[in-house]
């Protein structure tokens, strides 16, 4: 047995190749360790040095949104660390219904920079048989409630006739139908033409233009504005031809007595009701 056994000679030199052989791997180990270390203390010192206080949060883009007000919800403030998570300082931002999209960074060594782009409103739509009133904009999605004491109304068309089942079952279809609103009203912009103060689109898709003074209603029937589908630019431009045709055959006294103007399908009819004596 003791014949087998290797000399002690060759179990020296055995161990010593072993040793040499795992010296990269254990050094590669160690400095792994030291860097981790060094990484550790790196991030430690970056997080709570007063090197990176915040001194500045800047805020750009605003117009409708209250900067004072905005301040006041961040979850971060002058003196907090730069380094901080920004992803609930983004989500703040962005929760305030004006705010389109924003963007948060960084300026090293002392500042939070807030890029914000708001929404612009471009018509009132009523929701629902309560009345709520709510800001939409180019694209038809409403995205705050309005509040018409502030002036947040003003100079916009009322866009009526939308249920709020219709809009909650499709949002998209239900934008599609304000975006339709809208290019009706800016499409009969005209000094010639009464001003419009609501567009009313019922379930079929027919809208009614109301007037402000005199109070007229104007059928424009089951037809949507140029750019919608089913609806060509000459089949709309039609119909405003002929109500400008029969607006201009009227006497000043006629169209303030008319109630409603009904524009048929065919280009050269139309129907004026007038009120009674």
């Not at 040793?19 to 430690?44: C, D, F, I, K, T």
Request: glycine share 8%; proline share 7%.
């Amino acid at each position: 047995m003791w014949s087998r056994l290797p000399k002690s000679g060759a179990i020296a030199d055995a161990c010593g190749r072993a040793l040499r052989r795992s010296l990269p791997a254990v050094a590669a180990v160690a400095a792994l360790g030291v860097l981790g270390s060094g990484g550790w203390a790196s991030y430690r010192w970056l997080t709570t040095s007063p090197r990176f206080a915040i001194t500045a949060i800047t805020i750009q883009g605003t117009h409708h949104v209250a900067q004072g007000d905005l301040r006041a919800r961040l979850p971060i403030h002058a003196g907090d660390n730069v380094f901080a998570d920004l992803a609930d300082l983004t989500r703040t931002v962005r929760a305030n219904p004006w705010v389109a999209t924003a963007e948060v960074h960084r300026i090293l060594p002392h500042t939070i920079a807030i890029e914000i782009r708001e929404h612009t409103a471009a018509a009132i739509v009523e929701l629902g048989e309560l009345g709520e009133l709510y800001l939409a904009d180019a694209s038809g999605h409403p995205f705050k409630r309005a509040e018409l004491p502030a002036g947040e109304g003003e100079g916009l068309p009322i866009i009526t006739g939308i249920e709020r089942p219709a809009y909650a079952a499709n949002p998209e279809a239900a934008a599609a139908t304000v975006r339709a609103a809208i290019a009706a009203w800016a499409s009969w912009q005209a000094p010639a033409r009464p001003a419009i103060g609501e567009v009313h689109v019922d379930p079929h898709g027919a809208m009614t233009l109301h007037t402000y003074d005199p109070v007229i209603a104007i059928q424009l029937g089951a037809i949507g504005p140029p750019g919608e589908p089913g609806a060509p630019a000459s089949a709309f431009g039609a119909r405003l031809h002929t109500f400008d045709a029969a607006w201009a055959g009227l006497s000043d006294a006629e169209r303030a007595r008319a109630r409603s103007i009904h524009l048929d399908a065919r280009p050269d009819h139309v129907t004026v009701a007038f009120a009674k004596d």
